[in-house]
């Protein structure tokens, strides 16, 4: 194992490729419009994604890089996790004082499985659906996945066919969502930037971007609670999916390929 992480770190092209990628998206850099009472935000970590997929299919990236390029999602996450903690530290007696609400609204990822999944074996999907809708489909749930079933297996493939469509369009559709829904319904602000921080970085920046146009006077308090949110949603999200998400997907998909098996028997 051991010699498998020296191979990492002495594959220079992965590395050179990489930061080339990242200078190029970082050059272009974020541009954002306004879609009505909403915000479209299209940040590097979009093109560098692009970028990155587009390489893969030419002769500068080889099966070896794309391999060793797996492992360096989780360095990834650790210091998108480090640099969201330093932000909220200020911040820190408005978060307590809000406590309650912030726990508890992990559970709302739940939702993702008692709407998304039926849905999906409606659809036809087999047991790519457990990993496409047991959560929603993050850095940490990938590595989740990738843990119990592997990479090539159906569930490995349905989790990061999410977790690609969400870094091309989580980010559009949050911020689009997020402007409409805190304009046009009573509810605070701040329980919108609670509901930002779902566990994703671009989609977090893409809410609270659109709830900081609409309501400005709250910039802090929405940067505060939505990487409050987000903080808690990286950091307790991998154990509500691996405790509840992912064993409540499995029975649930049981029950219903169960049913629907009855159904075409009789």
């Known amino acids: 194992m051991s010699q498998v992480h020296l191979g990492i770190w002495k594959d220079w092209r992965l590395h050179v490729i990489v930061f080339l990628i990242v200078v190029f998206a970082e050059f272009i850099g974020t541009h954002e419009f306004s879609v009505g009472p909403g915000v479209v935000l299209l940040l590097p970590m979009l093109y560098a994604l692009l970028i990155g997929l587009g390489l893969y299919f030419t002769p500068a990236v080889k099966e070896k890089q794309s391999k060793n390029a797996e492992p360096l999602i989780v360095l990834g996450v650790t210091l998108l996790i480090a640099k969201i903690g330093v932000v909220i530290g200020p911040s820190l007696p408005q978060i307590i004082e809000a406590g309650p609400a912030l726990l508890l609204q992990e559970f709302g990822n739940l939702g993702t499985i008692l709407l998304a999944l039926p849905l999906a074996v409606l659809l036809g999907l087999k047991r790519e659906s457990i990993g496409m809708t047991h959560s929603v489909a993050r850095e940490p749930n990938v590595g989740l996945i990738m843990d119990k079933y592997g990479f090539n297996s159906p569930e490995g493939r349905g989790v990061m066919a999410i977790y690609i469509f969400g870094t091309v369009f989580g980010a559009v559709f949050m911020g689009l969502i997020a402007g409409f829904l805190a304009t046009l319904t009573p509810l605070h602000p701040l329980s919108f930037a609670m509901a930002s921080g779902i566990g994703s970085g671009s989609m977090m920046a893409a809410a609270s971007g659109s709830l900081i146009g609409s309501f400005p006077e709250f910039e802090n308090d ?23 998400g992912l064993p409540l997907t499995e029975k649930m998909y049981q029950l219903m390929t169960r049913n629907k098996a009855g159904k075409g028997q009789s």
């Open 222 to 244: 929405i940067i505060a609670f939505a990487g409050a949110s987000n903080l808690l949603s990286l950091s307790t999200g991998l154990y509500m999916s691996m405790l509840i």
